[in-house]
């Protein structure tokens, strides 16, 4: 069975100080990769979303970045955090065979001081 | 631009009443829907979902209606159990579940509260 892990579970970082949260996923291969964060009143925003190796699309602009080292692997990252990227951080997968559905991660609370 | 749209932050029903939660969208290119269901501090679950050649599914309780000339969904849960408490996400997507990106875009959520 496939099964999606990501941490750290809870964050709290200064402003300024960098960022990076990871997400793997197992028992499948080649999946669509995503991050979205829930931010108040806005639902959950798709921030990236990956349909392969090094292939990443940003679909908002921000103070993030995504990578895609390994197949199963996506990474979200930051230089230099901002107050208003406080937030619950979501990576979900996708494929083909899961007939439009998205499964996602426990997420990561991100509190920015 | 909100896409998908839930008006309603949220509601309140008795439990073994029937929940109708709502959900519109302005894009007609969606082609395939789904429901969320979302604990604190928890990833969503996948609920129920829809496609667009269709105008209702049914899942045990849960229902999902879609009027495709009104750009609706809505979501029945009969009856409503103490249980469903939980935010509730609708989400769309235009590629029919097979394209090679699968993204969705989801509404802003209604948290349900069900009543004792």
């Known amino acids: 069975s496939q099964t999606i892990h990501q941490w750290p579970a809870t964050l709290v970082q200064p402003v300024g100080s960098p960022l990076s949260l990871e997400c793997t996923v197992e028992?499948?291969?080649?999946?669509?990769l995503y991050w979205y964060r829930q931010a108040a009143g806005r639902g959950l925003q798709l921030l990236f979303y990956?349909?392969?190796?090094?292939?990443i699309s940003s679909e908002v602009p921000q103070n993030l970045s995504a990578s895609r080292p390994q197949d199963r692997q996506f990474i979200l990252s930051s230089k230099k955090l901002l107050l208003s990227d406080s937030g619950f951080y979501l990576c979900?997968?996708?494929?083909?065979?899961?007939?439009?559905?998205?499964?996602f991660g426990e997420g990561s609370r991100l509190t920015v001081l | 631009d909100q896409q998908v749209k839930q008006n309603s932050p949220s509601l309140s029903v008795q439990e073994g009443r029937i929940s109708i939660l709502n959900c519109d969208y302005t894009n007609s290119m969606f082609d395939y829907f789904l429901w969320y269901k979302k604990y604190p501090a928890e990833g969503p679950t996948f609920l129920i979902s829809?496609?667009?050649?269709?105008d209702k599914n049914e899942d045990g309780r849960f229902t999902v209606f879609l009027n495709k000339s009104a750009k609706h969904l809505s979501l029945h849960i009969v009856p409503s159990q103490p249980g469903d408490s939980a935010v509730y996400f609708c989400a769309a997507s235009g590629d029919g579940g097979s394209s090679n990106t699968g993204k969705l875009i989801f509404g802003q959520g209604t948290t349900l509260q069900v009543k004792p």
């Open positions: 028992g499948t291969s080649n999946p669509n």
């Open positions: 990956s349909v392969g190796i090094g292939q």
């Open positions: 829809i496609s667009s050649i269709k």
């Open positions: 979900a997968w996708g494929s083909d065979r899961t007939g439009g559905e998205l499964f």
